[in-house]
């Protein structure tokens, strides 16, 4: 690698740090600063943001063909089985008697349950 | 600069046959791309397995939302915004390293892993710290708070956040500690002339772990941490 090679992409690195700390400047300040109502999604969208620019340049996908249509249905697949795990619980029929779906149980009424 | 300089020649892996003939054993040095694809495929491995934990907690997020943004707003934001920063200069020391490498600076690249170490370190005993607290204020597993059915309980939602957060926190530092032997390792292979700037391959592969724990960092901080931001606490 020659030195012109090495200053460029040192620099590179330095650029993806100031973005990446930029975005987690974001993402700490947007909970008391901005859209408080939509904070799980904008923090989501911040992370996929920086997740991007990690992959693309610190982990050096940006130009592999190949690697990168690997990583892209790998991906894919995850979120087609995000999807139909996440429609499937919706219609979740079992709700009613489920345990992992109880909304606030007490102790005292828990215990009761229980008992009976 | 080039690695002669610092006395890193590399040293290959001789095999000896039954009939005495020597042959220089063709592994994953010789390979720089298969063993990098390979890599990548061990890493989608990783991905697949944080998938699921993200997608229970997806789920349970959906079931019990207050409960959720209620025990988020009880953790520390500077002490997990800290951590954050702290993985994120590690990577950049990593890389650098990675870069100094390649760029046949053999002392720099060890520097660098020595840096990244010791980033590693500090974000294991801040992650102890915010244990340690939580132990103290009685939220830990197995202690009854996080156990349904007694006067102590918390609520249903708030168990599943707080089982969550140690199991995910704790796999994801699991990782973090894997990470330093890992580097440790490279540093063996370097002081021993099997990882060189013509054969880097190990230390690009580990460069590449190291910025998938991070990657996998970026969503669980937002996802503990910032939720229940700025509600209350």
Redo the contacts between chains.
């Keep these: 690698?020659d030195?012109n090679t090495?200053k460029a992409?040192?620099s590179g690195?330095?650029k993806i740090?100031g973005g990446?700390?930029l975005l987690?400047a974001v993402?700490?300040i947007?909970?008391?600063m901005f859209l408080?109502n939509a904070?799980?999604g904008i923090?989501?969208m911040?992370?996929a943001v920086?997740?991007w620019l990690?992959?693309m340049y610190?982990?050096h996908l940006k130009g592999e063909t190949?690697?990168g249509w690997?990583?892209g249905f790998?991906?894919a697949l995850?979120i087609f089985?995000?999807a139909v795990?996440?429609t499937d619980?919706?219609h979740f029929q079992f709700k009613d008697i489920s345990y992992?779906?109880?909304?606030?149980?007490?102790?005292?009424e828990?215990?009761q349950h229980?008992e009976e | 600069m080039s690695h002669e300089e610092h006395g890193h020649e590399y040293v290959p892996e001789i095999a000896t046959a039954r009939d005495g003939k020597q042959y220089e054993v063709q592994g994953w040095q010789g390979d720089f791309y298969g063993g990098?694809?390979g890599f990548?495929?061990f890493m989608?491995t990783e991905?697949?397995m944080f998938?699921a934990m993200f997608?229970t907690l997806?789920?349970?997020?959906?079931?019990?939302h207050d409960?959720f943004i209620e025990a988020s707003s009880e953790f520390s934001?500077l002490l997990g915004?800290t951590n954050?920063?702290v993985l994120?200069?590690s990577?950049?020391t990593m890389?650098?390293g990675l870069?100094k490498m390649?760029?046949?600076d053999v002392k720099g690249a060890k520097l660098m892993i020595y840096a990244t170490m010791i980033l590693a370190l500090v974000f294991l005993a801040i992650k102890g710290v915010e244990w340690t607290e939580d132990y103290h204020d009685g939220v830990f597993l197995g202690l009854p708070a996080l156990q349904?059915?007694?006067?102590?309980?918390r609520?249903?939602?708030e168990i599943?956040f707080f089982g969550m957060y140690f199991t995910m926190t704790g796999l994801h530092g699991f990782h973090i500690i894997l990470g330093i032997g890992l580097m440790l390792w490279l540093l063996k292979r370097i002081n021993a002339g099997k990882v060189t700037p013509e054969h880097h391959i190990l230390h690009f592969n580990i460069a590449?772990y190291w910025?998938?724990v991070?990657?996998i960092w970026?969503?669980v901080?937002?996802?503990f941490y910032?939720?229940g931001?700025?509600h209350g606490h």
Excluded at chain 1, 100 to 108: K, L, M, N, R
């Design positions: 690698m030195i090495y992409q040192k690195y330095y740090l990446l700390l987690t993402t700490l947007q909970p008391y408080e904070t799980f923090q989501l911040i992370g920086k997740a990690i992959v610190y982990m190949l690697i690997t990583v790998a991906l995850v089985f995000f795990v996440m619980v919706h992992i779906s109880e909304q606030h149980v007490s102790a005292g828990h215990t229980h | 990098k694809l990548w495929l989608l991905v697949m998938g997608l997806t789920y349970y997020f959906s079931l019990h409960d934001v915004g954050t920063v994120l200069i990577a950049l890389g650098l870069l390649r760029a046949g349904a059915g007694n006067p102590d309980s609520p249903l939602g599943l590449l910025d998938l991070h990657l970026v969503f901080f937002p996802y910032m939720i931001a700025g």
